[in-house]
Each structure stands twice: as C-alpha cells, then as structure tokens.
C-alpha cells in the first residue's frame, strides 16, 4: 500500500486507512510512538498505563459540582491524617 504526506498547517501528516489503523489496534487519535530507525519509520500504538484512572478526574469534578455542603465536598478529607486511615 502506498499513501501521501500532506501539509497540515506547519506540519505534514500522513492519513492511514482504518484497515491499517484496525490492523494495528489503533483509533483516530491514538498516541503513537514514532521512532527512526535505519531510515525507516516505525510507528507503535501507546498503550494506556493510566487505565485503572480513566475517567478519576471527570468524577470528581462531578462531585465537587454538586457538592451541597462542606461536608458533601472532598474539602472534609483535608484533615485526615493518614493514621486514622486503614489501609
């Protein structure tokens, strides 16, 4: 298969077909890792180290925006001391 640069703004991008993209495990917007080597381009999916707090911070604006209270908001935890706490 063959495909073309194309200017993107100050940059130049390559457009990959999805059966590429599919074969690879990748979506449009996937981190890629690009790398040189012997002059050839070698392009590898990212794989997500941060699964198990996918989606963390969204939650916990959720909460602090519909916290009614003081005692409703994460505020209350910044007096605990990390004795008091089980592990």
């Known amino acids: 298969m063959q495909t073309a640069l194309r200017?993107?703004?100050n940059?130049?991008?390559m457009i990959l077909p999805?059966?590429?993209l599919r074969e690879i495990g990748a979506t449009s917007g996937a981190k890629m890792d690009v790398l040189v080597q012997d002059?050839?381009?070698i392009i590898?999916?990212?794989a997500p180290t941060d699964i198990a707090r996918t989606g963390w911070a969204e939650?916990?604006?959720d909460v602090a925006a519909h916290a009614d209270s003081e005692s409703e908001s994460w505020h209350a935890f910044a007096n605990i001391d990390d004795a008091d706490l089980t592990w």
């Open 7 to 9: 200017k993107m703004g």
């Open 11 to 13: 940059s130049t991008g």
């Open 18 to 20: 999805q059966s590429v």
């Open 39 to 41: 002059g050839k381009l």
């Open 44 to 46: 590898t999916p990212v």
């Open 59 to 61: 939650s916990a604006a």
